[in-house]
Nanobody, 111 residues
Framework: VQLVESGGGLVQPGGSLRLSCVASESHFSIYVRGWYRQAPGKQRELVADLTRSGNTNYADSVKGRFTISRDNGKNMIWLQMNNLKPEDTAVYYC??????WGQGTLVTVSS
């Protein structure tokens, strides 16, 4: 199973982007559940997580600006990112249970 991400790019501060992540094949044991990011020279950090029961967990730095959602039928998740800041610049990785990771998509926030 592979996770395929899309939606990254260059955006000005205050702008919005929507990332998506979908599993390449459907399998009952694979649950696509969240996003991490890694900025240059920094450790990978959790951005948002969505459990099977619908509970969400966000990094303090993105609360109120980012929203995670999913389509259970398609085993697909999205990350709506609003009011983006330069410090949001990073490679964003989606992940599933069992240690499955996407290849990453670059988000650059710059004027």
């Amino acid at each position: 199973v592979q996770l395929v991400e899309s939606g990254g790019g260059l955006v000005q501060p205050g702008g919005s982007l929507r990332l998506s992540c979908v599993a390449s094949e459907s399998h009952f044991s694979i649950y696509v559940r969240g996003w991490y990011r890694q900025a240059p020279g920094k450790q990978r950090e959790l951005v948002a997580d969505l459990t099977r029961s619908g509970n969400t967990n966000y990094a303090d730095s993105v609360k109120g600006r980012f929203t995670i959602s999913r389509d259970n039928g398609k085993n697909m998740i999205w990350l709506q990112m609003n009011n983006l800041k330069p410090e949001d610049t990073a490679v964003y990785y989606c992940y599933a249970n069992g240690g499955v990771w996407g290849q990453g998509t670059l988000v650059t926030v710059s004027s």
